[in-house]
């Protein structure tokens, strides 16, 4: 019914009309209206609108970078009495010019992007009263006088980023009291007084990313307390107070990526009940205090990804618990166990990143509680083996990221689970394209486009080619050489694989008598390797780390007896197989 209504009006409109510039094309927009599209660059003036048709509603001048145009507007506009919407971008349009909208009363959006405008008037925009959204973005404004955009009575939406303002004028937003969201991002502002807020108090949206900022004065909070959406990203802010966000209490998304906050305080964000969004990634964070995410309930993603954690407190997600939903921890040195305490918590949790934390194994049934997650970032870690993920049946996982690992290749069994995963990630391992490396990936090709696209590392003459385009025949059986320990036994041939096992009982038996023996006689020093005792030892001594858990039956005890400054440390299997000369010992264990 619809497509047809649509179809009807467009040939009544091109039966009644058959202006189009030559240049252009015209259209219905997919909203039924008259459309005008010129993509095709290097015009210069005049814009044609002589040649348009007096109904059209939207045109836009839109051509590539690589071939932008040469145009200045004025007042050519007033035969379009329609025109609701118009873009000129990519123009180098170096000024908006005198009133050349007087007379266009339906114009409410306007997009002025990639252009060569640097100063803007207020007899720029004189008779738009209807204007809803102007985008200025990527000009080269250097100042804006006090009530430049006072005509604009109606403006809703005000995007000033990539450009050079370094100061706002006083009264900058004068008669703007209906604007809602305001982009002010990458110009170099380093600092605004909150008075200049006092006209635009309605404020939902405000950006200011990568503005310079080295503080803010807590004054704009109070005057913009219907904010749901900041983004101070990028600043220079070096300190958060504990009451400071106190008067947003209607903040949903907060931004305050890559700053320089070293901590976040206690109960930072107790008053943003309906904070669903939290990204402080980038940051230099040492410590998350307990108590920082305190009446947080509805947060559902947090990402705490690239700083300088050493651990997780677990009561820090108490008051996240049943909300999050996203996690990033990423780029920290968060030991894993810290990790599982975390995830054991966060029982409806369905992303986690832990990327680039240099793990070299996944320890089984580290997601035993996390039935709900989908999505799984494990890049940039020393992963070989993936096998106790794969093996946990209640994990149903759709996006899983192991690129930038230390994969040689996958047995018939994980990549049979590898290939119903829907967005695999595998880029940048060391795969070595011989059948019974990824044997199993060349049989699945066609099945899985992640190892028809994985690209080869060994042997050298198949290097950088994609698994997918190499014909059968070019690959050898076994590339011969040494093999690192940690590759699965499944890849292996059978003849090799019972030999093998015999020799991975004996290495055991021998080796778990030479650990037991050297646990007992360098037990303080082993205790320092593993759990970076020295950095721990002022936490503990203040008693803050007091933790019991058990992963796979294996109890672990850290940081206890603390009094007697003797710590007595048991650590887990994926701690022992950070030690390179115990992985050996390890892998084949877990195969076995
Ligand atoms: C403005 O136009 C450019 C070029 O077509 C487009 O990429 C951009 O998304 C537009 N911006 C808005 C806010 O409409
Ligand atoms: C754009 O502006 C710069 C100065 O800001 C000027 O050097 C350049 O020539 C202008 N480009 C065009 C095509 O007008
Ligand atoms: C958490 O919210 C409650 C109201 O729901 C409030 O009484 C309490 O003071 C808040 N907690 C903090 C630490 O501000
Ligand atoms: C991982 O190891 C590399 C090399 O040893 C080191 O440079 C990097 O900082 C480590 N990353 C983390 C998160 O500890
Ligand atoms: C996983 O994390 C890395 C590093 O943070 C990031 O570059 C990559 O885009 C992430 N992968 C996915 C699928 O989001
Ligand atoms: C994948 O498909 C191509 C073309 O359809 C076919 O030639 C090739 O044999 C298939 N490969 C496998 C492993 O099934």
Known sequence: MLPQVTVFLFLLHSSLSVMCPYMCECALDDRGRYEIVCRRGEMSNPIPVGQMDSGTEVIKIIPSEEHPNHLTIGPIFKELQHLEELHITNSFIPAIGIHPFWGVPALRYLNLTHNNITTVLESNFKGLFNLQELYLDYNKIESIPSGAFMHLSDLKVLSLSHNRISKLSPRLFLKLSKLKSLDLSYNDLVEFGPEIFKDVRDLREFKCRSCGLENINPMMYSILADLTYLDLGYNQLKYLSADELQDLKKLETLLLDGNHFP??????????????????????????????????????????????????????????????????????????????????????????????????????????????????????????????????????????????????????????????????????????????????????????????????????????????????????????????????????????????????????????????????????????????????????????????????????????????????????????????????????????
Not at 336 to 354: G, H, M, Q
Not at 494 to 520: D, H, K, N, W
Request: aromatic residues 8%.
């Open 263 to 592: 901590v976040i305080l206690e109960k930072s964000f107790s008053s943003q009940f309906n904070l669903q969004v939290l990204c402080l990634q980038k940051n230099r964070l040492a410590k998350v205090t307990t108590t920082a995410f305190v009446n947080l309930t509805k947060l559902i993603e947090l990402d705490i990804s690239y700083n300088k954690l050493d651990r997780l407190e677990i009561a820090t997600f108490d008051p996240i618990e049943s909300s999050l939903r996203d996690l990033k921890v990423s780029g920290n040195n968060i030991p894993l166990p810290d990790v599982k305490y975390v995830l054991d918590k966060l029982v409806k949790l369905r992303a986690l990143s832990i990327a680039d934390m240099n793990y070299t194994t996944i320890p089984k049934g580290l997601f035993k509680m996390n039935a709900h997650m989908k999505f799984l970032n494990l890049s940039g870690n020393n992963l070989q083996d993936i096998h106790n993920l794969l093996y946990q049946s209640n994990l149903k996982l759709t996006d899983l990221d192991l690129s930038r690992n230390k994969f040689k290749g996958f047995d018939e069994k994980m990549s049979n689970r590898l290939d119903t995963i829907e967005n695999l990630y595998l880029g940048s391992n060391p795969f070595i394209c011989d059948l019974c490396d990824v044997g199993s990936m060349v049989s699945r090709v066609n099945i899985s486009d992640a190892f028809k696209t994985a690209l080869c590392y060994e042997p050298e003459h198949l290097r950088d080619r994609k698994i997918g385009e190499i014909s059968f025949s070019e690959f050898d059986w076994c590339v011969a050489g040494p093999r690192d320990a940690g590759i699965g036994i499944g890849s292996l041939t059978r003849e090799t694989s019972i030999g093998f096992m015999f020799a991975v009982v004996l290495i055991v038996l021998v080796s778990s008598i030479l650990v037991i023996s050297a646990c007992l006689y360098t037990r303080k020093h082993a205790a320092y390797y593993y759990t970076h005792e020295e950095k721990r030892a002022a936490a503990q001594t203040t008693g803050e780390r007091e933790t019991i858990f058990s992963t796979n039956g294996i109890t672990v005890i850290d940081g206890l007896l603390t009094k007697s400054k003797k710590t007595v440390t048991i650590a887990t299997i994926d701690e022992i197989t950070k030690d390179p000369e115990l992985q050996i010992l390890s892998s084949a264990n877990n195969n076995i």
